[in-house]
């Protein structure tokens, strides 16, 4: 089999999905990117059949070219995949352009576009926010009369919580407003802020078919750490998942999926439990989940994920050992004005009361730079079989590591 793989950036977690897709038995993987061939490890170079550099990696007409040449020199591809949030659309169009396998435009932008994503789950008796596309900032000022503060701004094509505002007043709506900028050419989202405890849900479909899923919880949600940069925040998958409290969002997920046009893949599905008990669904991304909720998940099911993913993606496989562990990330973020780590608080005490528990992590470095994304300067990820102890377990990191920037 030929796979063609666009990877636009050569991030970490990218290059661990590329290298798991170019380890399978029996196929030929090539790869579609604008970084520079020499970015790429020599030993995954090595286990590559093919290269091609684009200098627009995340347009559809140059994706579509570098996968023309790719297929003169290697033969038709079987699949077109990549696991960027930002590129699922771009992808559709050129498998629909080529006849390859996969997921077409349509789904894609149901997906990709969050009030083209509300309309379609409404539609479908589904829980969600309300919403309304935002074509000019005058759009916003009717809606929040309608729905009232607090209300979430965020571009029509966001990914993880990125330019994601809350706003409660005016001002911090005309802030908002100013940021994102909404156009005719460029629309934004506009929806009611949920209160409640916010979960993902994922789940590993094949031909729509869902075969596996898995459930964490956020604490504090997303948009909360986003607001504060000072806070740190834990993700924890709980070892059993099988309770009837989970229920609601089992069905609620599988029907959003099959509404939006879910084919073959892991999909990530944010959501809210209320404190009336009830759910609303946020957003759904027809791709694995960030925050290192591969690597969680891995660890729970005593499964190589990202090998799994690639299994899934390209021969239809799915192979997930049972849900034996729970696993929780505390995700360790600098408090303070300045560009850099200056000193770091807790480590010692955190190794000596439950480093034992930890199996992964990237420890924040004196001087290192002010990390730009949500996650932070670092995380260290811990296992356990009893939730209890995962849970508290990370509590307690971020109660005791403290990173001061200057």
Same mark, same amino acid.
């Given at each position: 089999?030929?796979?063609?793989?666009?990877?636009?950036?050569?991030?970490?977690?990218?290059?661990?999905?590329?290298?798991?897709?170019?380890?399978?038995?029996?196929?030929?993987?090539?790869?579609?990117?604008?970084?520079?061939?020499?970015?790429?490890?020599?030993?995954?170079?090595?286990?590559?059949?093919?290269?091609?550099?684009?200098?627009?990696?995340?347009?559809?007409?140059?994706?579509?070219?570098?996968?023309?040449?790719?297929?003169?020199?290697?033969?038709?591809?079987?699949?077109?995949?990549?696991? %960027?949030?930002? #590129?699922?659309?771009?992808?559709? &169009?050129?498998?629909?352009? $080529?006849?390859? @396998?996969?997921?077409? /435009? =349509?789904?894609?932008?149901?997906?990709?576009?969050?009030?083209?994503?509300?309309?379609?789950?409404?539609?479908?008796?589904?829980?969600?926010?309300?919403?309304?596309?935002?074509?000019?900032?005058?759009?916003?000022?009717?809606?929040?009369?309608?729905?009232?503060?607090?209300?979430?701004?965020?571009?029509?094509?966001?990914?993880?919580?990125?330019?994601?505002?809350?706003?409660?007043?005016?001002?911090?709506?005309?802030?908002?407003?100013?940021?994102?900028?909404?156009?005719?050419?460029?629309?934004?989202?506009?929806?009611?802020?949920?209160?409640?405890?916010?979960?993902?849900?994922?789940?590993?479909?094949?031909?729509?078919?869902?075969?596996?899923?898995?459930?964490?919880?956020?604490?504090?949600?997303? %948009?909360?750490? #986003?607001?504060?940069?000072?806070? &740190?925040?834990?993700?924890? $998958?709980?070892? @059993?998942?099988?309770? /009837? =409290?989970?229920?609601?969002?089992?069905?609620?997920?599988?029907?959003?999926?099959?509404?939006?046009?879910?084919?073959?893949?892991?999909?990530?599905?944010?959501?809210?439990?209320?404190?009336?008990?009830?759910?609303?669904?946020?957003?759904?991304?027809?791709?694995?989940?960030?925050?290192?909720?591969?690597?969680?998940?891995?660890?729970?099911?005593?499964?190589?994920?990202?090998?799994?993913?690639?299994?899934?993606?390209?021969?239809?496989?799915?192979?997930?050992?049972?849900?034996?562990?729970?696993?929780?990330?505390?995700?360790?973020?600098?408090?303070?004005?300045?560009?850099?780590?200056?000193?770091?608080?807790?480590?010692?005490?955190?190794?000596?009361?439950?480093?034992?528990?930890?199996?992964?992590?990237?420890?924040?470095?004196?001087?290192?730079?002010?990390?730009?994304?949500?996650?932070?300067?670092?995380?260290?990820?811990?296992?356990?079989?009893?939730?209890?102890?995962?849970?508290?377990?990370?509590?307690?990191?971020?109660?005791?590591?403290?990173?001061?920037?200057?």
């Amino acid at each position: 089999m030929h796979v063609v793989f666009a990877a636009p950036f050569f991030m970490e977690t990218t290059l661990r999905f590329v290298r798991a897709v170019a380890e399978l038995p029996g196929v030929r993987t090539t790869l579609v990117t604008q970084e520079p061939k020499e970015k790429i490890p020599p030993d995954l170079r090595e286990k590559l059949a093919g290269y091609c550099g684009l200098d627009r990696a995340l347009d559809a007409d140059a994706i579509e070219q570098g996968v023309r040449m790719l297929s003169h020199r290697h033969g038709r591809p079987h699949r077109l995949i990549g696991a %960027l949030e930002h #590129i699922q659309v771009q992808l559709a &169009q050129v498998r629909a352009a $080529l006849d390859i @396998d996969g997921m077409r /435009p =349509e789904a894609a932008k149901n997906f990709r576009d969050k009030v083209r994503m509300k309309d379609v789950l409404r539609a479908a008796g589904l829980p969600c926010a309300r919403h309304r596309q935002l074509d000019s900032e005058q759009d916003a000022w009717p809606f929040v009369q309608a729905v009232g503060y607090p209300i979430v701004v965020k571009p029509l094509a966001g990914a993880g919580s990125a330019v994601t505002f809350r706003c409660d007043t005016d001002e911090e709506l005309r802030h908002a407003l100013a940021c994102v900028r909404p156009s005719l050419h460029t629309p934004a989202a506009a929806e009611e802020f949920i209160v409640g405890e916010e979960h993902s849900f994922e789940v590993a479909s094949v031909d729509g078919r869902p075969v596996w899923h898995s459930l964490t919880k956020y604490a504090p949600p997303p %948009l909360d750490v #986003i607001r504060n940069p000072w806070i &740190q925040w834990t993700v924890l $998958l709980p070892r @059993d998942i099988s309770g /009837p =409290e989970w229920n609601d969002v089992r069905t609620a997920g599988v029907a959003a999926l099959k509404a939006l046009g879910m084919g073959t893949g892991i999909s990530h599905m944010e959501w809210f439990r209320r404190k009336d008990g009830s759910l609303a669904i946020s957003e759904i991304a027809a791709r694995p989940p960030g925050a290192q909720i591969m690597t969680m998940n891995s660890f729970a099911h005593d499964t190589d994920m990202y090998r799994a993913w690639a299994r899934l993606v390209v021969r239809d496989e799915v192979e997930v050992g049972p849900r034996g562990w729970a696993v929780g990330t505390a995700y360790f973020r600098g408090q303070g004005q300045g560009a850099r780590v200056k000193r770091i608080h807790g480590l010692d005490r955190a190794q000596k009361d439950i480093g034992h528990l930890v199996v992964e992590a990237r420890l924040p470095q004196i001087g290192q730079p002010a990390a730009t994304s949500y996650e932070g300067e670092g995380y260290a990820m811990v296992r356990h079989r009893e939730t209890a102890v995962v849970e508290n377990a990370v509590r307690h990191l971020i109660e005791t590591v403290r990173l001061e920037l200057g």
